[in-house]
């Protein structure tokens, strides 16, 4: 019968408290996104769900149709005519159909899915502040509207280089008028959709009742509407003239930083109502 051993058991070596604090930072849930690059990663999601989503490709062909209106008017019409005809679709289609209507249905599913769906609450599991959430959803939306309403943008771009207008202000005023009216609509429809349950219908009523047919019978209330503001941006190439439905007393730089103002806000509104939003129950 052998002798029990009498030597000692080793003990595990205890690390410094520095390493141990380190490799406590460095252990993360599976699945989590990494430390670094949060905020650009969380985008990246962002911008895949709205993108890879079945409505974003429905939405495509209304920018689609506009493109083929932009055709049809280059082929049939002589140049005289397509003065009146670009201002039509670079102000009263793009900013005032293709641009709400696109931002809408993006902006609202930004937090109405999740609403729906009963998944908000996942949003304790981050480990950032909420607040980059929104931003991330807000921006994703705007990138997602934008790339949309590329061909629609295209059409007025041509259309207006056709009628002998410069080149370049063409561009800008085209540009700028649709990503600021995007950040601005979008930014406005991500609140909505923290604020209401039904925030597409929400929406819908709004861009219907108050942009479409308020803002167009009553100049007073112009200056409350961002498709106001962004036809007069869109006027860059042609200063001298102030479209029906426009804020006439504001110029394309002042309009163009209502625009930014309005986008900054609404995600700042809509950052702090998902601060104090209960996701245990949902939202309110």
């Known amino acids: 019968m052998s002798a029990p051993s009498t030597r000692p058991q080793e003990q595990p070596q205890e690390q410094p408290p ?5 490799g406590q930072r460095a252990r993360r849930a599976p699945g989590a996104p990494p430390r670094a690059g949060f905020g650009t990663t969380l985008f990246g999601f962002s911008l895949g769900a709205v993108l890879l989503r079945g409505r974003t490709a429905g ?8 493109a083929a209106v932009a055709v049809v008017v280059l082929v049939l019409t002589s140049v005289p005519a397509r003065y009146g005809l670009q201002t039509t679709l670079a102000g009263d289609l793009l900013i005032g159909l293709v641009v709400p209507i696109v931002a809408l249905v993006l902006g609202t599913g930004a937090f109405g899915d999740e609403r729906e769906g009963g998944t908000l609450p996942l949003l304790r599991s981050l480990s950032r502040p909420r607040w980059h959430v929104v931003v991330a959803r807000a921006a994703a939306a705007w990138v997602s509207t934008v790339v949309v309403c590329l061909p629609a943008a295209a059409a007025a771009v041509v259309l207006g280089v056709s009628v002998n207008l410069p080149a370049g202000d063409v561009v800008a005023g085209v540009a700028l008028a649709t990503v600021l009216t995007s950040a601005a609509y979008c930014g406005l429809f991500v609140l909505l959709s923290l604020l ?7 929406g819908l009523a709004y861009v219907v009742l108050w942009e479409t047919f308020l803002a167009g019978l009553a100049p007073a209330l112009r200056g409350l509407s961002i498709g106001s503001y962004g036809r007069r941006v869109v006027t860059l190439a042609t200063p001298g003239d102030v479209p029906l439905g426009t804020v006439a007393a504001s110029g394309t730089l002042t309009s163009a930083l209502v625009l930014a103002a309005v986008a900054v806000v609404a995600v700042v509104l809509a950052s702090w109502r998902l601060q104090r939003t209960d996701l245990t129950s949902g939202g309110a």
């Open 18 to 22: 520095g390493r141990r604090e380190q």
């Open 59 to 66: 939405l495509a062909a209304l920018p689609l149709v506009v």
């Open 196 to 202: 209401a349950r039904r925030g597409l219908l929400a």
